[in-house]
């Protein structure tokens, strides 16, 4: 083959580019092949990334759900202590007696009688012998200046109240 320079024509694809000023320039052709790489390159991770959730989402789906499983029972002081504050005192729960107060009593008889009873801090009510106080507890009976209370009218009695003393 005779290869004449001047028969070698310079088509003005093949001219050469200046990278930012480097003094050597990359030819298109180059640069065409480096973007082709680069482009077929963003096309193989979207297809691995995509293939990758399609496998997850499927796997997700044939797996059935487990029950959820309970907590474990915490110690709430050992909680405190690992926090740093200091546990708080325990309380006892209020007795039975120190939920009601008696303000009166009025005696009739074996099975009549009234008494003025307030039950946990509210205002005092008045109720018969036989009727609900509070929580299944009922006026039992009535004496001077004591009242009796019991789950039943003729049960045991589950709880006496006296009058406060006078001063």
């Not at 096309?43 to 997700?60: E, H, I, K, Q, Y």
């Not at 309380?91 to 005696?107: D, E, I």
């Amino acid at each position: 083959m005779n290869h004449n320079p001047r028969m070698l024509r310079r088509s003005p694809s093949f001219a050469a580019v200046p990278l930012l000023s480097g003094g050597r320039g990359l030819s298109a052709e180059r640069l065409a092949k480096w973007l082709a790489l680069v482009v077929w390159a963003l096309v193989a991770f979207s297809a691995v990334t995509w293939v990758l959730r399609w496998g997850a989402a499927r796997d997700v789906s044939g797996v059935a759900a487990a029950p959820p499983q309970a907590l474990p029972e915490m110690d709430d002081t050992a909680v405190v202590r690992s926090l740093g504050a200091a546990p708080l005192p325990v309380t006892a729960t209020p007795s039975l007696a120190s939920r009601f107060q008696l303000l009166g009593v009025l005696t009739g008889g074996p099975n009549a009688g009234a008494a003025l009873i307030g039950v946990d801090g509210q205002p005092a009510k008045p109720f018969r012998v036989g009727a609900t106080v509070s929580d299944g507890l009922v006026l039992q009976s009535t004496q001077g200046r004591r009242v009796s209370l019991g789950a039943a009218m003729d049960g045991a009695p589950t709880l006496t109240l006296d009058l406060p003393v006078k001063k």
